[in-house]
């Protein structure tokens, strides 16, 4: 299907390889690959973010845990970097604002489960186990509000990242990796 519909997967800053399979206005369906540990990921610093959009996703194959989290005054100190994307690049440019933060939940999703996150929740989520995990988000955007995302106290004044287009070649032999799994 993401071959007849010309649907590219790029590397994402969050350690996903993604794919937008349709868009219809605010709405659109997408398909995350994420990598064995260590295969993907640009930033590892900066994981928990907030979405300008609402989002369920269904886990296909593989297993990820969502960790929501709430401000709380003993809880981890970050800074607050503000998201501005230009083409397939996105810039965090840190503000003076800080974030204290705990875990408010934590949960395991394997394959055929699902959960859904409302926009503005600070989350992160992550693949966990021994295998790839492919899932499919369905989002509806609800804020014109740029993502914000959290980072180190003593982190950088700016991070780039190149959402790059995924060869279909590895695209393929990430497919042939997943189907060992399955």
Known sequence: MRRELRAPFRLHPLGFYACTLLASGEHKIRLHFWPIDGEASQSPDCQIH???FAFK???????????????????QEF???RTEYSGYAS?????SAVRKLSVQ???TYSAGSSYEVEAGTLHKTVRIGTQPAFTVLATSDVSVTSPIVLGPIDGPDRY????ELIDD????AMLSRTRAFL
């Open 50 to 52: 907030d979405h300008l």
């Open 57 to 75: 996703s269904w886990v296909l194959s593989g297993a990820v845990e969502n960790i929501e989290y709430t401000t709380s005054l003993d809880g």
């Open 79 to 81: 800074s607050v970097y």
């Open 91 to 95: 810039t965090l440019t840190r503000t």
């Open 105 to 107: 939940s934590r949960r």
């Open 160 to 163: 780039t990242y190149q959402r």
């Open 169 to 172: 070649t590895l695209v393929e």
